[in-house]
């Protein structure tokens, strides 16, 4: 089991940056996947990016080119660089990892892209 909170969202210009950052609970070097979904309102959750305890990422074609994800098992960290940010970039971000098949989630965060 693990527990996750998320740090990073707010309201940001369109072509703006962010950086969402995803901490545990407990050690994440076992962790084999941990990454980011979006979810907005009334729609299911997609996934947006995710990287393994390997370094190997998957990217949503929405965020290649203009996200980055990165793993810190130092600091239990997830990290996911945002930049380029559109106005349909607007969501609810979550952090998940994947244990024991099992997903556990963050509690979300907020992210708005508006002028």
């Known amino acids: 089991q693990v527990q996750l909170v998320e740090s990073g969202g707010g309201l940001v210009q369109p072509g703006g940056s962010l950086r969402l950052s995803c901490e545990a609970s407990?050690?994440?070097?076992?962790?084999?996947?941990m990454g980011w979904y979006r979810q907005g309102p009334g729609k299911q959750r997609e996934l947006v990016a995710a990287?393994?305890?390997?370094?190997?990422?998957n990217y949503a074609e929405s965020a290649k080119g203009r996200f980055t994800i990165s793993r810190d098992n130092a600091k239990r960290t997830v990290d996911l660089q945002m930049n380029s940010l559109k106005p349909e970039d607007t969501d609810v971000y979550f952090c998940?990892?994947?244990?024991?098949?099992?997903?556990?989630w963050g509690q979300g965060t907020q992210v708005t892209v508006s002028s």
């Open positions: 998940y990892a994947y244990v024991n098949y099992n997903k556990y």
């Open positions: 407990r050690s994440i070097f076992s962790i084999f996947t």
């Open positions: 990287i393994t305890s390997a370094g190997g990422t």
